[in-house]
């Protein structure tokens, strides 16, 4: 009894730790965010704003101030480049991973897939530049998508085809037997029983799109392509660094894919659980 109470006891005390470590810097942006120049420069630091200013907030939500059509632009590029790239990903990733799980595709075709994505993103860098130049794509949110789509493409694939290979076969074969083809099977039988899949695989390509960085600093050079991560690194290039105003393009970036979690939290668990075990 005593030993199942401190197990307990302990199991409480390491859940409580990991979420404060997970939430500390979280917190600790948001005070950043509504705390003045001063409170933020104080020696010692104040740990608490000795008055909320939220005047950040309305600068970067208007659109006829500077920061605030830099930081709505690069919003919408970040939603447009992630959003679109998620969607051409799981299009082609879904009858990619149903033939490598059920069609008996060759498995090295995918390690293959796979190995694109370990390689450091520099060394695309040269070619991608020179392609993309010679076709006049550069600076545009286009390019940024099909650049997602690529990065995407192979890890959508994988995640799907393990939570493909623990759904009952009989259903399927139930339904051949009947007639039904395959892309018929595929649309009606086999997606209902991978929608948690699909929930989850959608969010995480979405969160790597969303925070991709390198490629969108290389590929972009103004308002009309740029996404919030770059967005966020030209607001501290300046001389003097406003970090409360970088600490509000923080918080209002995390709310898109925050809100996405929120949304799919219940089929991202049960997803990501189906296909951890097989059988």
């Known amino acids: 009894m005593k030993r199942s109470w401190f197990a307990s006891l302990a199991l409480y005390a390491a859940a409580a730790a990991l979420t404060i470590f997970t939430l500390a810097p ?11 120049p001063t409170d933020l420069t104080a020696v010692p630091l104040n740990w608490w704003p000795e008055q909320v200013d939220l005047s950040r907030y309305g600068t970067l939500l208007n659109l006829e101030n500077g920061s605030g059509t830099r930081f709505l632009s690069a919003l919408r590029n970040s939603i447009l480049t992630a959003g679109g790239a998620t969607v051409i990903a799981l299009v082609v990733a879904i009858p990619a991973a149903y033939a490598f ?5 060759a498995l090295i075709l995918l390690f293959g897939f796979l190995a694109t994505i ?10 991608l530049y020179e392609i993309f130049g010679s076709l006049g794509a550069l600076n545009k949110t286009v390019t940024l998508i099909v650049v997602y789509c690529a990065m995407l493409l192979p890890f959508a694939t994988w995640l799907m085809k393990t939570n493909i290979d623990v759904l009952p076969v009989e259903v399927e074969q139930a ?9 018929f099977t595929l649309r009606r039988i086999v997606l209902p029983l991978a929608l948690p899949a699909i929930a989850a695989t959608c969010m995480l ?3 790597v799109a969303w925070d991709e960085f390198f490629y969108a600093l290389i590929f972009t050079s103004d308002l009309q392509a740029k996404t919030l991560p770059v967005a966020i690194a030209d607001f501290s290039a300046g001389r003097v660094t406003d970090y409360g105003v970088i600490a509000s393009v923080g918080v209002l970036a995390t709310l898109p894919p925050a809100i996405l979690a929120i949304c799919f939290q219940r089929f991202i668990v049960s997803g990501l659980a189906a296909g951890s075990v097989k059988g």
């Open 26 to 36: 979280l917190v600790w942006l948001v005070l950043m965010s509504v705390s003045s």
């Open 101 to 105: 799980s059920r069609r008996d595709a």
């Open 118 to 127: 370990m390689m450091p993103p520099i060394t695309y860098i040269l070619p």
């Open 175 to 183: 339904a051949f037997m009947e007639g039904a083809s395959t892309a």
């Open 205 to 207: 390509s979405f969160l």
